[in-house]
């Protein structure tokens, strides 16, 4: 079982090489599953029982099932569909020596460079063309090994091994192709959309990594791939989400966009997205404001983003006591400065919906002299405040183009998530609450 839910992440990562087509690939599985898509522009009817979608940017999505119109709360799961990587700029194309052609990009988050050199990348995205009424969005995956990024030989640098800094204007542009690859950039992206060149007005195109994922380890029990930073916590979300639901809670599966970058977009978890996807499903269902209000305070979400392992070859950047490692359970992310949203109250639910099902826990807490990144957790509560425990699935190399994790993880993930979405966390005052099935 573990082997196949790993081959069906390594084919969803492998059709998602942009965010648009992470979304993409989600709609289509919620539309196969019986779910109906919303549009923020338009009035909504919702039934009791029913099953819905609305994305926003075509890089976000929220999902949800309502059980009934007297539901106590909202549980949510949260990941997002970026992953650090190079977007092309405007007018990309940039000759050198009039020989070669490169394109140039600028970095899109917080990325390993040297991970990106030598191997084989292509292009992924949407574009905007025109149309007889307008502008519609194509999606483009230029599907072939297009470009690489070369290093430069060390008998050229024989100071490549001592810690190279890299500048991403110089060192990190990709080689596309020789001379005669001049002007042909924009008709490649058309012909990958199925639109002539002319009809192309604008384009948010990135860099991805061409390289297959492996199954490896002694006993098979490590993956590498792309993009598991946040795929996988996406993936599981899915998966649980399609199959877990609960008579008193409404389950919401949210994936946002920008939170390698701050998630301050329209699209972010740091926008009133969420907060307006749970406002609007109160009112539809002719709830009043109070109802939303006491439904939030005894809603719960799962922020899920992956965590960091312990590194073999780097064991003294790991806390001391509280260690992590892949295929030993679900990672709950502490910080005593907020930076992930758990606290005491969060963690015990968390566990114990765990513990039921025999899904494996660890904790993950910064060393004190090494400040951590946020999640969307914390964010995404500035908008709507809520209970939230920050988990993830332990990995190796976060923020490589190519990361590792551990094969039973994801089991251990998807197996948390459901028991979570088949659970409903009701507060019987703060700091008290139940746990109905």
């Given at each position: ?233 996406a993936f599981s979300s899915l ?26 977009t329209k699209q972010g978890a ?22 939303y209000h006491t439904a939030v ?141």
């Amino acid at each position: 079982m573990a082997l196949e839910q790993v081959q069906e992440l390594f084919d969803f990562i492998e059709k998602s090489p942009s965010c648009f087509h992470v979304i993409d690939n989600v709609k289509k599985t919620l539309v196969e599953e019986g779910f109906e898509e919303l549009f923020e522009n338009k009035k909504w009817q919702l039934q009791e029982g029913g099953k819905y979608f609305v994305t926003r940017n075509l890089s976000s999505i929220i999902a949800f099932k309502v059980p009934g119109k007297d539901f106590a709360s909202f549980h949510i799961i949260a990941s997002h569909s970026d992953s650090p990587t190079f977007k092309i700029k405007d007018n990309p194309e940039q000759q050198v020596k009039g020989k070669y052609v490169q394109l140039n990009t600028e970095k899109y988050g917080g990325m390993i460079f040297s991970t990106w050199f030598d191997r084989p990348l292509s292009v992924a995205g949407r574009a905007l063309v025109k149309t007889d009424k307008g502008v519609e969005t194509k999606l483009v995956n230029i599907d072939r090994d297009l470009v690489v990024i070369p290093n430069l030989a060390i008998h050229l640098d024989r100071t490549a091994n001592d810690g190279m800094k890299y500048n991403p204007q110089v060192n990190l542009l990709p080689l596309y192709g020789d001379a005669a690859s001049k002007d042909t950039f924009d008709k490649l992206v058309a012909e990958a959309c199925g639109v002539q060149e002319e009809d192309l007005l604008s384009t948010d195109l990135f860099l991805y990594n061409r390289m297959k994922p492996a199954v490896w380890g002694a006993h098979n029990e490590y993956m590498s791939c792309a993009k598991l930073d946040d795929l996988e916590c996406a993936f599981s979300s899915l998966k649980a989400f399609v199959k877990g639901g609960n008579k008193e809670s409404v389950s919401v599966c949210a994936i946002f966009d920008n939170e390698e970058v701050g998630s301050s977009t329209k699209q972010g978890a740091n926008s009133t997205f969420l907060y307006d996807v749970l406002k609007r499903v109160n009112t539809a269902l002719g709830r009043s404001e109070e109802d939303y209000h006491t439904a939030v305070a005894s809603s719960f979400m799962l922020s899920a983003d992956n965590a960091h392992a312990l590194h073999p070859n780097h064991p003294g950047m790991t806390d001391p006591t509280n260690l992590v490692f892949l295929n030993e359970g679900i990672v709950i992310k502490h910080n005593a400065n907020q930076r992930y949203t758990t606290d005491a109250v969060s963690s015990a639910i968390f566990q114990k919906l765990c513990k039921e099902q025999n899904v494996p826990c660890q904790h993950f807490v910064n060393r004190s002299d090494i400040m951590g990144g946020s999640t969307l957790g914390n964010i995404a509560n500035s908008h709507v405040s809520l209970n939230t425990v920050d988990i993830g699935m332990a990995q190796l190399a976060m923020h490589s183009s190519y990361e590792t994790a551990g094969v039973l993880d994801l089991g251990y993930m998807i197996a948390g998530m459901e028991a979570f979405y088949n659970s409903a966390v009701i507060a019987e005052c703060d700091g008290t609450y139940e746990i109905h099935k």
